[in-house]
């Protein structure tokens, strides 16, 4: 019933951009606290950003003026612009939906950074 599903992950080139959606069914992003999270090969899946339910935004200090998270009430979506993408920004990125002690994670969408 409830879904989360990642999409826009690609290779990209350093100092390229790229934009990451989420799309939640079953669930209202404005009622959720939805997150970006990232697991590159043989590491930790570590937070990257989240928008609270109230719209608070918040990004990791690795990330900070590079990614920029945003939500879509209307479409039911939540985004991460991602700008100045470096080699180690490489991973799989997942998106989760949180409320309570509900977590929804979804499959996940790669991100590769290579010249």
């Known amino acids: 019933q409830v879904q989360v599903v990642e999409s826009g992950g690609a290779l990209v080139q350093p100092g390229g951009s790229l934009r990451l959606s989420c799309a939640a069914s079953?669930?209202?992003?404005?009622?959720?606290?939805m997150g970006w999270y990232r697991q590159a090969p043989g590491k930790q899946r570590v937070f990257v950003a989240q928008v609270a339910s109230t719209g608070l935004t918040y990004t990791t200090e690795s990330v900070k003026g590079r990614f920029t998270i945003g939500r879509d009430i209307v479409k039911n979506m939540v985004y991460l612009q991602m700008s100045s993408l470096k080699p180690d920004d490489t991973a799989v990125y997942y998106c989760?939906?949180?409320?309570?002690?509900?977590?929804?994670w979804g499959q996940g969408t790669q991100v590769t950074v290579s010249s």
């Open positions: 989760k939906a949180q409320r309570l002690s509900d977590d929804y």
């Open positions: 079953g669930i209202s992003v404005s009622l959720y606290n």
